[in-house]
């Protein structure tokens, strides 16, 4: 019996000297056990950094960089009304388009920018010919579908722009990664990656066939 008094003693004290009397102050810095990342390294609004050649902890917005959320004031919705196609995927009746927006040129510069983009943001899940076998795959994410698919060739221009806008099932929205204008080029790229996995004799221009040792 000793012997558990003298266990609760050490207890006590061992309590106490840790966390003090209750009610009591102190000056010495606290005892975190689980810092939660409260003491990281960080700049604070309008401070200065010795880093950066101006001095500003404040950066100026990169070149390129996409908005964040949109408010619904009139100048607003006049600027979607002006060019919804472009920035939502459907016409004026809200259907999908099944064709690129009249702002959007398809060109090599074009078509060089959404495989850039398809590569940087796509193709860790969709897999460089978009056949769904990225290199997440090999981590357990073995539902990403294939572009290839009777069904997902079928979709309407605007309607994949629509998924890239706004995401489906663990695919998250990249409305924040990729202008308008970038969606629209992945979409290009996707209708590219598509068209070849299925392309024929047919689609080889007539002065390329001589190549394939095609008369």
């Known amino acids: 019996m000793r012997y558990v008094y003298l266990t609760l003693f050490l207890i006590v004290v061992l309590g106490v000297s840790i966390f003090g009397f209750r009610g009591s102050l102190s000056t010495r810095t606290p005892l975190e ?12 609004p ?53 064709a690129f927006p009249s702002a959007i040129t398809v060109d090599a510069k074009f078509m060089e920018r959404g495989q850039d983009r398809y590569t940087i943001y796509c193709a860790p899940c969709h897999g460089a010919i978009g ?23 079928k979709l309407a221009e605007g309607e994949i722009f629509n998924v890239i806008t706004h995401g489906k099932g663990n695919m998250l929205s990249y409305a924040d990664k990729l ?37």
Do not use: C
């Open 131 to 153: 056949d769904g076998n990225g290199i997440t795959k090999q981590y357990g994410m073995g539902a990403t579908p294939t572009y290839h698919d009777e069904r997902l060739r």
């Open 46 to 98: 309008q401070a200065q950094s010795a880093f950066f050649a101006d001095g500003r902890a404040d950066r100026p917005t990169p070149a390129g960089a996409v908005a964040f959320g949109r408010t619904t004031d009139v100048a607003d919705a006049a600027f979607l009304k002006a060019d919804g196609q472009l920035h939502t995927g459907k016409d004026d009746k809200g259907a999908f388009i099944g």
């Open 33 to 44: 056990v689980f810092p939660d990342m409260d003491h990281q390294a960080k700049y604070k």
């Open 179 to 215: 202008s308008a204008e970038d969606r629209w080029a992945v979409v290009a790229y996707v209708r590219a990656l598509q068209r070849a996995a299925h392309a024929t004799i047919a689609d080889v221009p007539p002065g390329n066939k001589s190549e394939l040792g095609i008369k």
